[in-house]
């Protein structure tokens, strides 16, 4: 199992970025795949987390309305499209899955349980100049 995030970059404030989680070993039909981030000196952020299998996609309040989560089944791929950047959300941004999700846990839960994903990606740098 294998999962890489890309699509990072340096942007101006206001701007937009769309992050790639190219998952391999699984398929996200019964997933459950969630975004993190954290920044420096910073607690990691459960940005985004969805459970395929039921609920509702969960977004943290800081990115809400700006943030859009999504997915291709076909290429094994979740996006995170991310518009009217802002300095703070200047982080390291990770994608972390469960391959087959208990359909009771709900995306709110993903998103705190950052640990208890069973894997997670390396990290793609996001920087939003000001």
């Known amino acids: 199992v294998q999962l890489q995030a890309s699509g990072g970059g340096l942007v101006q404030a206001g701007g937009s970025l769309r992050l790639s989680c190219v998952v391999s070993?699984?398929?996200?039909?019964?997933?459950?795949i969630g975004w993190f981030r954290q920044a420096s000196g910073k607690e990691r952020e459960g940005v985004s987390c969805?459970?395929?299998?039921?609920?509702?996609?969960y977004y943290a309040d800081s990115v809400k309305g700006r943030f859009t989560i999504s997915r291709d089944s076909s290429k094994n791929t979740v996006y995170l499209q991310m518009d009217g950047l802002k300095p703070e959300d200047t982080a390291v941004y990770h994608c972390?899955?469960?391959?087959?999700?208990?359909?009771?846990?709900?995306?709110?839960?993903?998103?705190?349980?950052?640990?208890?994903?069973?894997?997670r990606g390396k990290g793609t740098q996001v920087t939003v100049s000001s």
């Open positions: 969805f459970n395929s299998r039921g609920g509702i996609t």
């Open positions: 070993g699984f398929t996200l039909d019964d997933s459950a």
């Open positions: 972390a899955a469960i391959p087959e999700a208990d359909i009771l846990v709900r995306p709110f839960e993903l998103c705190y349980g950052y640990y208890k994903m069973d894997y």
